[in-house]
Every structure is written in structure tokens, then in C-alpha cells.
T-cell receptor, first 113, second 113 residues
Framework: EAQVTQNPRYLITVTGKKLTVTCSQN?????MSWYRQDPGLGLRQIYY???????DKGDVPEGYKVSRKEKRNFPLILESPSPNQTSLYFC????????????FGPGTRLTVT | DAKTTQPPSMDCAEGRAANLPCNHS???????VYWYRQIHSQGPQYIIH???NNETNEMASLIITEDRKSSTLILPHATLRDTAVYYC??????????????FGGGTRLMVKP
């Protein structure tokens, strides 16, 4: 089954404790992105990748890092999480030829206290 | 990317057609109209897209006015599972910067028994 998976689905952590949210897709997609969703602000792109070893900032990259060492994986790293990073996070992927048709993961609900 | 305007909410009776409007009066000639939906806190799901001709797939139909300044997404026989937030997005079909989808406020469709 074609899918995007994220782990963990729920996470409660404390300020400053480094964490990683994993994202994996099994569709051999070139493009991958991370979004965060907050009430009243909609979905905002954090980082994106157009291929292995190619990443760039989206609209709200501050406080986040990403890497793309393999085509299927695109982890999101919070080196020192803060309460304002409490949010619902989505990973998405798409093929180069149909970049508008993004497949989203199930989401990761992160709470930073 | 052109800005879109959608009503914040709509109700529809189960089994009836749901018609969701979207205004995009500043759309450019090379921009497509895309529709996504998000069922409560799940990842957004691609529905359909079009340029100027009406489009239909297994999920919905898309009607675009001749001047392309507005469109309507039609769910022909709405079910309770169609209750979701529906997003109308306008952008070029090729990869724009960061392959970003810009989600506005969307329309919250409530399908009632």
C-alpha cells in the first residue's frame, strides 16, 4: 500500500530535550516536505527536499533541522524544542511529475512543556 | 500564487450533492485549481484539479467558470465520511519554489444525517 508513515504519532516532551520525528514514504517520490498546523494559521511549510541531499527552508524553518540521506526518509529534528513548537506536524511526499498531488502522513502531535 | 476565498462553513444533507464554491479572481493563465480535504486532524488528501475544463474523477467533479475566476467542487452524493475541511488552492502545475501548497482557511463541510 502506498503510504507516508510518521513516528511517533504523539509525543510529550520538555523544553530543550532533542527529538526526532521520522518520516518515510514507499512511493519512490523525489519531493518531500514538512508542514506544521496550528489553529488559525493553517498549514505552513517548514522544510522541503527535492531529492537526496537537497533540502531547503520553507516558510517557518527556525528551530528545525532536516536531512535527506535516503530517498525514502526525511526526518525532522528539533535540537532544542520550545513550547512554541507545540503543534501538529505533517510529512508529505510527491513525485516530480505530479508535484501538486502530495501524499500526507497521518500527523505527529507534539507537545513541548 | 493567486489568493482564494471560500465560505468558512457549509452544511449538506447526507445523500445530497455538496457544492463547495471557491473564488480566485486573480488567477493567472498558467495556474491550476486544486482541491484537498482534511478529515479531522488527519493528513490532507488530494481530491481533484483542473485548468479550465470541467473535471471529474471517482471522488468529485470540478466546475471552473469560463473566466476562471471561480470554481465549484461537487461531491455528488455526500456521506457522513465526507465531513471535513475542504481547501481550494491555486498554483502552477510545475514545481513552484519548495513545492509548497498554500492552504487557506478552507470550508468546513458538515454532512448531516
Amino acid at each position: 500500500e502506498a503510504q507516508v508513515t510518521q513516528n511517533p504519532r504523539y509525543l510529550i516532551t520538555v523544553t530543550g530535550k532533542k527529538l526526532t520525528v521520522t518520516c518515510s514514504q514507499n512511493m519512490n517520490h523525489e519531493y518531500m516536505s514538512w508542514y506544521r498546523q496550528d489553529p488559525g494559521l493553517g498549514l505552513r511549510q517548514i522544510y522541503y527536499s527535492m531529492n537526496v541531499e537537497v533540502t531547503d527552508k520553507g516558510d517557518v524553518p527556525e528551530g528545525y533541522k532536516v536531512s535527506r540521506k535516503e530517498k525514502r526518509n526525511f526526518p525532522l529534528i528539533l535540537e532544542s524544542p520550545s513550547p512554541n513548537q507545540t503543534s501538529l506536524y505533517f510529512c508529505a511526499s510527491s513525485s516530480r511529475g505530479r508535484s501538486y498531488e502530495q501524499y500526507f502522513g497521518p500527523g505527529t502531535r507534539l507537545t513541548v512543556t | 500564487d493567486a489568493k482564494t476565498t471560500q465560505p468558512p462553513s457549509m452544511d449538506c444533507a447526507e445523500g445530497r450533492a455538496a457544492n463547495l464554491p471557491c473564488n480566485h479572481s486573480t488567477i493567472s493563465g498558467n495556474e491550476y485549481v486544486y482541491w484537498y480535504r482534511q478529515i479531522h486532524s488527519q493528513g490532507p488528501q488530494y481530491i481533484i484539479h483542473g485548468l479550465k475544463n470541467n473535471e471529474t474523477n471517482e471522488m468529485a467533479s470540478l466546475i471552473i467558470t469560463e473566466d476562471r475566476k471561480s470554481s465549484t467542487l461537487i461531491l455528488p452524493h455526500a456521506t457522513l465520511r465526507d465531513t471535513a475541511v475542504y481547501y481550494c488552492i491555486v498554483r502552477r502545475s510545475d514545481n513552484n519554489a519548495g513545492n509548497m501548497l498554500t492552504f487557506g482557511g478552507g470550508t468546513r463541510l458538515m454532512v448531516k444525517p
